[in-house]
């Protein structure tokens, strides 16, 4: 796998990428915001043994997909705050999830956002999986939401940021207030992370090394 900089904020830089394997595909054909993406170094298929669970329609050319990316990450500044940017969406293929590749992603592209000069990154997310991914890459809970059901996350794009671990604690909690909401996988999985506390910041998120 290796890592690229698609494009920074505001060069018009598209990707195609296969609703069928991507959550959130939609959203990288837009050119505004900067990408980054995680991708296999030849060109070959991200996920070649992969059967989608649908076919696409006669419409779509199949042959247009960017079928190499294994994961990407959208951002742009806060509109507010320029000394701050913000991380949008990031998506993993289906048959590449659980692989640890999303907070690899997430850790050269902060490397690169400072790079760039940025002081801050912030990201919002809805699930306690994408929470506790976010704090494997040195995102600490602020206690603001964005949202009903998203929660903010901040860390240096220097460094990662101080994890106090009773306001990680409080952070998942949060996930609780939509119990109903949340299938069986993820309250197991949240009860597991508020006893056990915050987990241990990965390399890449630390200090930018490849996926």
Known sequence: MEYALVCPPGEGETLRLDYRAFAYAGKFVVGGPGK???RTPDGSPAAPGWEPDEPLPDTVDPEAFDDEVIAAVSFSPDRTDPDCCRLRYVTVHAARRGEGIGP?????????LAVAGFERVKIAVNNPFAY?????CGFAYTGERTGIAELELE?????????DPERYREGLSAFRETDGELSRAERRFVAERLERGPPPVADAA???GDP
């Open 155 to 163: 860390r240096p794009a220097g460094a990662p940021a101080d994890i």
């Open 132 to 136: 506790e991914a976010c704090h494997k």
């Open 104 to 112: 690899e992603l997430i850790g050269e592209t902060v490397a690169d």
């Open 36 to 38: 980054a993406v995680v």
């Open 206 to 208: 630390n200090s930018g």
